[in-house]
């Protein structure tokens, strides 16, 4: 492992640990940006926005390309990977974009996995909450990979997404579902099961009150 990787992850403050990033080519890290300790960046790139806090014991493992935006947070012990067998030349021409980028102002707690061989993109404002879920953008004859989480959603704990998968904006994605498809065209809703579906509109329901849109809480 790379010594500024080692200090990045192992230096007991977060200055130091900082600094080791800003150090490394490929790497972009934006002001009053807080890393955890044990924390291991491997990645081809990465580009932190200001104002990023990352918790303790993540991965960020793999050929991959990383940006976060302003203000987005990160929990403890997620694993944000893809493997080196991506690169291997029979699959140059197969199009696997091999990159993750989240929105401002997000929230991902503890405990996820997210395969990024292909594309995974989260939204502005949005929330994968809980603990382990799984995102997944590469399978045996998978063409559709992508998984694109529109802006201001909360996904609920131990969901699970397909490759090709799309989520609207300011939906739910409700405990445990496992969304397969695209349902980029819906917005404001409820989408629950396994293969997830709409299950109800929710615009009604914060009009009314009883239902309250989350807020950034941190």
């Known amino acids: 492992m790379p010594l500024l990787s080692m200090i990045a992850r192992f230096a007991p403050f977060n200055a130091i640990r900082v600094a080791a990033l800003r150090a490394r080519k490929g790497y972009t890290i934006g002001r009053g940006v807080r890393v955890g300790f044990g924390c291991r960046f491997d990645v081809d790139s990465l580009d932190l926005g200001d104002g990023v806090l990352i918790g303790r014991f993540n991965r960020f493992v793999g050929p991959v390309s990383v940006s976060i935006d302003a203000n987005s947070q990160i929990g403890s012990r997620n694993h944000i990977t893809a493997g080196h067998w991506i690169t291997a030349p029979r699959f140059a021409d197969e199009g696997y974009q091999r990159t993750m980028r989240v929105g401002s102002d997000c929230l991902i707690t503890d405990g996820h996995a997210f395969d990024c061989v292909g ?67 819906e917005r404001c809703a409820l989408i629950a099961g396994s293969p997830a579906q709409v299950v109800k509109q929710l615009e009604g329901d914060y009009t009314a009150g009883r239902l309250e849109k989350h807020e950034r809480s941190w």
Do not use: F, K, M, N
């Open 119 to 185: 594309l995974i993109e989260i939204g502005d404002g949005s929330w994968v909450a809980g603990s382990a879920s799984q995102i997944w953008t590469h399978g045996v004859g998978v063409i559709e990979r992508d998984v694109i989480i529109g802006a201001r959603c909360y996904l609920g704990s131990a969901v699970r997404l397909a490759p090709g998968s799309r989520l609207g904006e300011e939906c739910i994605l409700s405990l445990a579902s496992v969304l397969t498809r695209d349902l980029s065209s």
